[in-house]
Every structure is written in structure tokens, then in C-alpha cells.
């Protein structure tokens, strides 16, 4: 369900508020009217899991995009993680099927994959398996690792020319 939040304070509530009058009340959403369930769930989320949850949530996310980058790069597959970030990038497979089943994000060379919270180390370590199985097949042909020095730089480039 999508939802959006601005956090301000309240002192900046008039710059940004309008007065809707058929409300006969200031509307503070940048929008107008939205769907009222996606800000229900959301403040009710957020009032469950408070500070502390998501925190942790958070540290699971970059655990695990640590951890699936670190097993491409093993697996002699170039990867990127900014430190901050869950996204993943990684050479994008040959297989069209393949990035359709595990739904990657794809552009050029690259895929990248956002590990968020319901991505768990089993789920990570059955797609590894997956791409490193069908990455020995769709290299058979004697193809090398493609140089994509250009998208994750060449310290994360595990190409010939960069090893």
C-alpha cells in the first residue's frame, strides 16, 4: 500500500498547510487526500515496533546484504555494498528466466538486489545456490567474467584485468 511521510516540526506545519474548504480545516498532507488506511498502518507500525525494532530490523537488512556480498565476491562474482545500504549489485545473469523467477531489478550489465526484511540468510543462500549453479552453465562456453569496473568500481570488479 503505498504511503509517504514528511517529518517536520510543528512551527513548519503553516508553510506547509493549505486551507481546504470543503474540509473547513488546513490540510498539512503535500498532496491532498490519500488512501486514510496506508497512514493508519503505518502509525500503527510504527507505535508496535518502535525505535528499537526498527533499529534492528535495520542492522538484520545491512547484515545481510554484507553477507550476500561477500558470498557473490567468494563466489568469484563482482558485487557492491555501500556501507550504508542494503542494495546489493552484482553482474547481471545471462539467463532472461532466471532474472525473471528471482524478480532482479536489471540495467546493462548489472542487477541488484534490496535485501530487506523478510530476506533471511536461508532465502539468500537458496538464491546463491540457484545463481551459482546456472552461472557455471551459461559459462561453459569458456566466456570470463565480464569487467564491470565501471558500475562497482575496480576494487569490486573481480574481472581478469582486475583480480
Not at 493549505?18 to 497512514?39: C, F, K, Q, W
Not at 525473471?100 to 545456490?129: N, Y
Amino acid at each position: 500500500m503505498p504511503c509517504g511521510v514528511q517529518i517536520t516540526r510543528m512551527k513548519h506545519i503553516k508553510v506547509l498547510s493549505s486551507n481546504v474548504e470543503y474540509l473547513a480545516s488546513r490540510d498539512a498532507t503535500i498532496m491532498g487526500s490519500r488512501n486514510g488506511h496506508a497512514p493508519l498502518f503505518l502509525w500503527y507500525t510504527l507505535n508496535r515496533k518502535g525505535y528499537k525494532g526498527f533499529q534492528k530490523e535495520v542492522q538484520k537488512c545491512l547484515r545481510n546484504a554484507h553477507y550476500l556480498k561477500d558470498r557473490l565476491r567468494e563466489a568469484g562474482i563482482s558485487a557492491m555494498l555501500n556501507e550504508l545500504s542494503s542494495t546489493v549489485v552484482f553482474e547481471r545473469p545471462k539467463d532472461e528466466e532466471f532474472v525473471r523467477r528471482w524478480q532482479l531489478a536489471c540495467q546493462g550489465d548489472i542487477a541488484h538486489v534490496v535485501v530487506m526484511p523478510s530476506v533471511t540468510i536461508e532465502k539468500l543462500d537458496h538464491f546463491l545456490k540457484d545463481l551459482v549453479e546456472h552461472r557455471s552453465i551459461w559459462c561453459k562456453d569458456g566466456s570470463q567474467t565480464p569487467c564491470l569496473a565501471k558500475d562497482v568500481g575496480t576494487n569490486n570488479c573481480v574481472c581478469p584485468a582486475h583480480k
